[in-house]
């Protein structure tokens, strides 16, 4: 059965590959190289050269499974800073080993072949394109790939080393790993760890950012072959897919390539560095041809539009509602004040707010609208979906002066009875707090002046009640709008 491993952040895969790169060969003969063919038992270990941190098999507690780790070597508790087999423990560590591959890879073996599998990824810049170069005296392994942005292929030299950019010079073909400049070997450095074993499904293979690099034929045996449609938005159709460890998956189809190759992965890049909560996961994505595929994490309560606007069994009381409209506004306020590059949205609505199995939020669809540099230029622009949201009532046979924002305005300023705007399907039962709370920070965030509106930060803690904020006005564009088109009529 194909697994993948445990999936960290590209930063801990640089710090990784740079406590490696610091280290010195250390066996037994106190020798200082390590040679291609030659193999670290469960006995021995690698120092580096400050005597700072150790690499090999360790044993935590009073478990009964081995390790592969590097620890700090001068603190007697041995603190572990790094696991490399942490979801597929050794249980036999005389029958294990940790090996400088002929073709200058790391592998971690048990008898029968390769366990894990340690690979040079190359030198990453999202700020440049290619995206990713070789260091010097390493060309690309699979060099058509790279031409179509697939990196993940790494790079090999024509010497039989392992190392990385700032190593100094071999020594009798043999590995020696120098100690390289901090600030310059963590710009841009990204490790790609890899575990395959054959089965029916091929081999996943773990790329950026610990995004899986999916091949076409296993997505259509995930899927059957796309058999079970989850929905269609303006980007692509969404089909449910079965990884070979019974983990559920949403497989989009990438409809259109008008953004371009180079986007694509740009935007890949981006949506893959991106972690929090109320964020839909990306783990993965296809590139085969001219075909093209995301992968997302599956999302068994399917959309918020699916709860409000269409006939389901359960409805969705306040307390929920209300728990959605929060971590929803989280996950918008990351994206605009924490992460890396400031991302907007563009195309909020309730198709693409989905739930878990909690009925937790995660906002979906947002990595391919806008990405802002906090220098406030745009380093990154591409429109999917649709602009703006027509609301279901819009369309519906009911006055649309009942669900005005201005309505809403007056009914605050006038102290009425704000139950009357909730859904009809709640019967009025609400927090009334938080329904004031919600419908201020709604008619704030309408305003006129663009001054006037809060941060996504504020309307989090608004919403959480830790920020107050009075009445708003009514904002003048709706005023008008209102009493021009459809007179007092509408109007209390």
């Not at 592969?68 to 979801?87: H, L, M, Q, S, T």
């Not at 783990?283 to 539009?305: D, N, T």
């Not at 739930?355 to 622009?381: E, H, M, N, Q």
């Not at 703006?388 to 519906?396: D, F, K, N, T, V």
Request: contains cysteine; charged residues 20%; hydrophobic residues 40%.
């Amino acid at each position: 059965m194909v697994q993948s491993i445990s999936k960290k952040s590209w930063c801990r895969f640089a710090l990784l590959l740079l406590i490696i790169m610091s280290l010195k060969a250390h066996l037994s003969t106190a020798s200082d190289t390590i040679y291609p063919g030659k193999s670290l038992a469960w006995n021995q270990t690698l120092i580096s050269r400050n005597g700072i941190f150790e690499l090999g098999f360790f044993t935590p507690g009073k478990s009964q499974n081995y390790y592969v780790g590097i620890w700090y070597k001068k603190i007697a508790e041995k603190p572990v800073v790094w696991v490399a087999n942490r979801d597929f423990p050794v249980s036999d560590p005389s029958s294990s080993e940790l090996q400088l591959s002929e073709d200058g890879n790391l592998v971690l073996t048990q008898k029968g072949g390769p366990y894990y599998k340690f690979t040079t990824f190359g030198i990453c810049n999202q700020q440049k394109l290619p995206l990713c170069d070789c260091p010097k005296g390493f060309k690309p392994r699979y060099p058509i790939d790279w031409d179509l942005y697939d990196y993940s292929g790494g790079c090999e030299n024509n010497s039989i080393t392992w190392r990385a950019h700032s190593i100094g010079a071999l020594e009798k073909a043999a590995l020696r790993v120098g100690v390289p400049s901090v600030l310059t070997f963590l710009i841009g450095i990204v490790l790609a760890i890899t575990w395959r074993r054959h089965s029916g499904v091929g081999a996943l293979k773990e790329v950026e950012f610990s995004l899986i690099l999916f091949k076409y034929r296993d997505l259509r045996i995930v899927t059957k072959n796309f058999s079970q449609k989850l929905g269609e938005g303006g980007f692509g159709s969404v089909f449910k897919g079965i990884l070979p460890n019974s983990t559920a998956i949403a497989v989009k189809k990438i409809r259109s390539l008008e953004q371009g190759e180079k986007q694509f992965r740009a935007e890949v890049s981006t949506l893959g560095a991106i972690q929090h909560v109320n964020i839909l996961r990306l783990r993965g994505f296809c590139v085969e041809a001219s075909k093209r595929f995301l992968i997302y994490e599956y999302m068994p309560k399917g959309s918020l539009e699916s709860h409000l606007f269409q006939t389901v069994s359960i409805i969705l009381a306040w307390k929920t509602r209300y728990r959605i409209a929060i971590g929803t506004a989280r996950g918008l306020a990351y994206l605009h004040e924490n992460c890396r590059d400031c991302i907007i949205h563009c195309d909020i609505k309730p198709e693409n707010i989905l739930l878990d199995a909690d009925y937790d939020p995660k906002v979906a669809d947002f990595g391919l609208a806008k990405v802002i540099g906090r220098d406030f230029s745009r380093v990154l622009t591409t429109m999917r979906g649709t602009r703006g949201y027509l609301a279901p009532e819009w369309i519906s046979d009911d006055e649309i002066c009942n669900y005005f924002p201005a309505r809403v305005a007056i009914a605050m300023n006038k102290g009425e009875d704000l139950r009357t705007f909730l859904d009809f399907q709640l019967e009025g039962r609400a927090n009334m707090e938080e329904l004031t709370r919600a419908c201020k920070v709604a008619c704030w965030c309408i305003q006129d002046d663009p001054k006037d509106r809060p941060t996504m930060g504020q309307v989090v803690k608004i919403l959480e009640g830790v920020m107050q904020v009075g009445i708003p006005q009514i904002p003048l564009y709706f005023q008008r709008l209102s009493e021009n088109s459809y007179g007092n009529d509408c109007l209390p």
